[in-house]
T-cell receptor, first 109, second 114 residues
Framework: GQQVMQIPQYQHVQEGEDFTTYCNSS?????IQWYKQRPGGHPVFLIQ?????EVKKQKRLTFQFGEAKKNSSLHITATQTTDVGTYFC?????????FGKGTKLSVKP | ETGVTQTPRHLVMGMTNKKSLKCEQH?????MYWYKQSAKKPLELMFV???????ENNSVPSRFSPECPNSSHLFLHLHTLQPEDSALYLC?????????????FGPGTRLTVL
């Protein structure tokens, strides 16, 4: 079946360092969503990208959707301890939303 | 608080028990989902309902039986589970069954099968 690959699986950073997680699909996606799950919590919607090459920012978070609509990235500038958690991408295709396996971010103060 | 509630929050059951997980959404959404979250498969879609009709069943074993009596409520009936079924079970809802709709997740039920 169709898959959305997400890398890396884990990322450990020092507070203040930047962080990026990448999402890739073998087929063209109609949209991409990003979710964050805090430790012990549940996934919470962050943002949706729909247009080819789209870039959206939320404070220190920058989201990109590739020109071919097959990949996406989430970049966090100057991480803080409040950024810890697992970040999931979810690609929309043929009426379904397919979640990646997530990137677990830990931030060392 | 996302408007999606789940009970119980924690459940421990033996392999011969029968139990049910309950999900309720107060958002007026038409689509509801069950996910299984474990270390091996972080977000595994189990069932999808749209307007109380099941539209997807992702090869889930028959020991899991969903029920959607109305668009606000979703149940997952459990019987003769296996230890490998221990996981976090997440319920989610969205306005419509469409890939562009944001999904709202409940807090989950942490299930342990002994």
């Amino acid at each position: 079946g169709q898959q959305v690959m997400q890398i890396p699986q884990y990322q450990h950073v020092q507070e203040g360092e930047d962080f990026t997680t990448y999402c890739n699909s073998s087929t063209t996606l109609s949209n991409i969503q990003w979710y964050k799950q805090r430790p012990g919590g549940h996934p919470v919607f962050l943002i949706q990208l729909v247009k080819s090459g789209e870039v959206k920012k939320q404070k220190r978070l920058t989201f990109q959707f590739g020109e071919a609509k097959k990949n996406s990235s989430l970049h966090i500038t100057a991480t803080q301890t409040t950024d810890v958690g697992t970040y999931f991408c979810a690609g929309g295709s043929q009426g379904n939303l397919i979640f990646g396996k997530g990137t677990k971010l830990s931030v060392k103060p | 608080e996302t408007g999606v509630t789940q009970t119980p929050r924690h459940l421990v059951m033996g392999m011969t028990n029968k139990k049910s997980l309950k999900c309720e959404q107060h958002l007026g959404h038409n689509a509801m989902y069950w996910y299984k979250q474990s270390a091996k498969k972080p977000l595994e879609l189990m069932f999808v309902y749209s307007l109380e009709e099941r539209v997807e069943n992702n090869s889930v074993p028959s020991r899991f039986s969903p029920e959607c009596p109305n668009s606000s409520h979703l149940f997952l009936h459990l019987h003769t589970l296996q230890p490998e079924d221990s996981a976090l079970y997440l319920c989610a809802s969205s306005r419509e069954l469409a890939q562009h709709n944001e999904q709202f997740f409940g807090p989950g039920t942490r299930l342990t099968v002994l």
